[in-house]
T-cell receptor, first 112, second 115 residues
Framework: KAGVTQTPRYLIKTRGQQVTLSCSPI?????VSWYQQTPGQGLQFLFE???????NKGNFPGRFSGRQFSNSRSEMNVSTLELGDSALYLC???????????FGPGTRLTVL | GENVEQHPSTLSVQEGDSAVIKCTYS??????FPWYKQELGKRPQLIID?????GEKKDQRIAVTLNKTAKHFSLHITETQPEDSAVYFC??????????????FGKGTKLSVKP
């Protein structure tokens, strides 16, 4: 099976802009989760989508949003970008409850 | 919410020695206990997991032990090799209704294996 893919791999934006990141899960995986990874904060959970519904949400402002489509592909949107949003954004897919996650390569976002 | 702590935050061992990383959690309803390995510049990878009806699981040089009463689980690596050098994360879960639940990762343990 093909692994988790993310596009784009690199992105440079300026403050105030918005950005959309895409994640294609492993075929058959219905759970997609998103994380922000920075050197100082480790892996911070953003949200999880399961069967097109946001099931869980981490402690991030409303500028961070997402959605999941019927084919389980997911998108994450960040509006009104801030310098502190510069990070590696990882998505992971899973069969769901009590199953491990498989991570994509990430999207490196730089906000200038 | 779930509180997850990993100890130690850094660990340096000689090649061939054993390494143990401990993860404590607060949610007594957690029922799935995985460990992930992230090498420098790469994505995290699931290396071993255990479910709450099992006390120990082994896969070649790595093992995970679970103590549900004390709410902690540990990663054991024997005969360490330089390629074991990485950051290791725990992420105890309480899944429900098919979804994973709140996915809180420990802050990671940086393991360095010296040749």
């Amino acid at each position: 099976k093909a692994g988790v893919t993310q596009t784009p791999r690199y992105l440079i934006k300026t403050r105030g802009q918005q950005v959309t990141l895409s994640c294609s899960p492993i075929s058959g995986h219905r759970s997609v989760s998103w994380y922000q990874q920075t050197p100082g904060q480790g892996l911070q959970f953003l949200f999880e989508y399961f069967s097109e519904t946001q099931r869980n949400k981490g402690n991030f402002p409303g500028r961070f949003s997402g959605r999941q489509f019927s084919n389980s592909r997911s998108e994450m949107n960040v509006s009104t970008l801030e310098l502190g949003d510069s990070a590696l954004y990882l998505c992971a897919s899973s069969l769901g409850e009590s199953n491990g996650q498989f991570f994509g390569p990430g999207t490196r976002l730089t906000v200038l | 919410g779930e509180n997850v702590e990993q100890h130690p935050s850094t660990l340096s061992v000689q090649e061939g020695d054993s390494a143990v990383i401990k993860c404590t959690y607060s949610d007594s309803a957690s029922n799935y206990f995985p460990w992930y390995k992230q090498e420098l510049g790469k994505r995290p990878q699931l290396i071993i997991d255990i479910r709450s009806n099992v006390g120990e699981k082994k896969d070649q040089r790595i093992a995970v032990t679970l103590n549900k009463t004390a709410k902690h689980f540990s990663l054991h690596i024997t005969e360490t090799q330089p390629e074991d050098s990485a950051v290791y994360f725990c992420a105890p879960l309480r899944g429900y209704g098919g979804s994973q639940g709140n996915l809180i990762f420990g802050k990671g343990t940086k393991l360095s294996v010296k040749p």
